[in-house]
């Protein structure tokens, strides 16, 4: 299983990266594309699910994951990038996530999300091609 970037989102990079990933899941599922490590040649290998996160732009997700427990953990995973958000002491420009709003702002993603599975806290990805399950009975 992969997780990357967004699909489509404000920043353009993000995109771009999530292409990259999907050419290279393509590529390295090619027989014919010989890669080798530490002189040991490499099988053919596809991942079975590629999961794009859902980042900016407002995406209809094609699966959400209840991250209630670990709700906490991705606010201290956050604050370790603190120079990218707001901070009053901070010269530098505003940008859309350097603004006062933008925690509340995750937190009301995080809660839409949630809702769509009846939970406090979910996160969103969406998918290029239909997901298998082996229960109907697992879903929520």
Not at 117 to 136: H, L, N, S, Y
């Amino acid at each position: 299983m992969i997780f990357t970037n967004a699909v489509s989102d404000r920043h353009p990079d993000h995109g771009r990266g999530a292409a990259l990933v999907a050419e290279a899941c393509f590529l390295s599922g090619l027989r014919k594309v010989v890669t080798s490590h530490d002189g040991t040649e490499q099988d053919a290998w596809r991942p079975t699910t590629v999961l794009h996160a859902i980042q900016d732009h407002h995406l209809r997700p094609d699966l959400v994951f209840d991250i209630t427990p670990h709700w906490p953990k991705k606010l201290e995973a956050l604050r370790c990038f603190k120079s990218q958000f707001h901070d009053p002491a901070n010269n530098e420009p505003v940008s859309p996530i350097a603004r006062p709003d933008f925690m509340p702002y995750l937190e009301g993603r995080a809660r839409e999300m949630g809702r769509h599975i009846m939970v406090t806290f979910g996160e969103g990805f969406t998918m290029a091609r239909p997901m298998g399950i082996d229960d109907v009975m697992t879903l929520r």
